[in-house]
């Protein structure tokens, strides 16, 4: 079946601007995860959505970073007045059972 | 203090050995534990989960978990130049997953 989608696949952005960055998570799984991988370090938690719960937002760096899910579906990360220490891949994950987390390809955001 | 911590590399095995990779983590509340594998320019990719005390086996694959001691370890038997890559320990904590840094392998032909 098909996996975890992302868009766009490559942003390159001006600092300050805004970006909206879109995760497709696998169908039926309730739980959406986002993190961040800059150049040649590890992930980093940002946000998670379980069902219909809160969201847990305690990965988020700063007041510029938010994300919405509509439902049990699509999530947009939303990162304002981007700086350059913003640049990195984005990755969305989802799970069906809160355990195992499928990754998508990513989004590379370069902040110029 | 990293939570979930990882020999950084590069490890590097001949083709058909037994390649040994091994992450300790400090939060005791950690419940699962998962490592991903990670090619060059590519997004994780799970390949083992483990839940309980013990080993698991998986293939050519065995995680082993060891709560009293924080360590789990990952074997990959008769290794091959396709797994060379980034592998990356991972524990849960509530709902998300803390990351270690990577164990970069090497398997040479």
């Known amino acids: 079946g098909a996996g975890v989608s992302q868009s766009p696949s490559n942003k390159v952005t001006e600092k300050g601007k805004d970006v909206e960055l879109r995760c497709d998570p696998i169908?039926?799984?309730?739980?959406l995860y986002w993190y961040r991988q800059r150049l040649g370090q590890g992930l980093e938690f940002l946000i998670y959505?379980?069902?219909?719960?809160?969201?847990?937002k305690s990965g988020l760096p700063s007041d510029r970073f938010s994300a919405e899910r509509t439902g049990e579906s699509v999530s947009t990360l939303t990162i304002q007045r981007t700086q350059q220490e913003d640049s990195a891949v984005y990755l969305c994950?989802?799970?069906?059972?809160?355990?195992?987390?499928?990754f998508g390809p990513g989004t590379r955001l370069t902040v110029t | 203090q990293k939570e979930v911590e990882q020999n950084s590399g590069p490890l590097s095995v001949p083709e058909g050995a037994i390649a040994s990779l091994n992450c300790t983590y400090s939060?005791?509340?950690?419940?699962?534990f998962f490592w991903y594998r990670q090619y060059s320019g590519k997004s994780p990719e799970l390949i083992m989960s483990?839940?309980?005390?013990g080993d698991k086996e998986d293939g050519r694959f065995t995680a082993q978990l060891n709560k009293a001691s924080q360590y789990v370890s990952l074997l990959i038997r008769d290794s091959q130049p396709s797994d060379s890559a980034t592998y990356l320990c991972?524990?849960?904590?509530?709902?998300?997953?803390?990351f270690g840094q990577g164990t970069e392998l090497s398997v040479k032909p």
């Open positions: 959505f379980q069902g219909n719960s809160a969201p847990d």
């Open positions: 994950a989802s799970s069906s059972s809160g355990e195992e987390q499928y």
């Open positions: 939060d005791r509340v950690s419940q699962s």
């Open positions: 169908s039926g799984h309730t739980a």
């Open positions: 483990i839940y309980s005390n």
């Open positions: 991972a524990s849960r904590v509530g709902g998300k997953l803390i």
